[in-house]
């Protein structure tokens, strides 16, 4: 079982940068591969990012390409989203999840899920 804690949403301006972290615990979390999702008021979940379970390979949405980036850091059992030049589009639920293969889009191919931090950018 593997329990995971995300942080670090806020209320920002476009243009600022946000950090997200997503910590969890069980011995098995560093053979997993990680990902951001979000999900915005009235959308379905979406894909934002994964990475490899070594942090060796990571892909983005076309939509933050440039903009974010994962990485993960299995000493600590954190994965981590640094988001620069946000937007107001980028307003969502982000959520960290594990799953069993690399490079999945899709929310159903994920194991765990934590519960979720809000990202908030005014325009």
């Known amino acids: 079982q593997v329990q995971l804690v995300e942080s670090g949403g806020g209320l920002v301006q476009a243009g600022d940068s946000l950090r997200l972290s997503c910590a969890a615990s069980?011995?098995?979390?560093?053979?997993?591969?990680k990902a951001w999702f979000r999900q915005a008021p009235g959308k379905e979940r979406e894909f934002v990012a994964c990475?490899?379970?070594?942090?060796?390979?990571?892909n983005y949405a076309d939509s933050v390409q440039g903009r974010f980036t994962i990485s993960t850091d299995n000493t600590k059992n954190t994965v981590a989203l640094q988001m620069n030049d946000l937007k107001p589009e980028d307003t969502a639920v982000y959520y960290c999840?594990?799953?069993?293969?690399?490079?999945?889009?899709?929310?159903?191919?994920?194991?765990?899920w934590g519960q979720g931090t809000q990202v908030t950018v005014s325009s």
């Open positions: 999840a594990i799953g069993e293969f690399y490079g999945r889009t899709s929310p159903g191919e994920y194991r765990y």
């Open positions: 069980g011995r098995t979390y560093s053979n997993y591969h």
């Open positions: 990475i490899s379970w070594n942090g060796g390979n990571s």
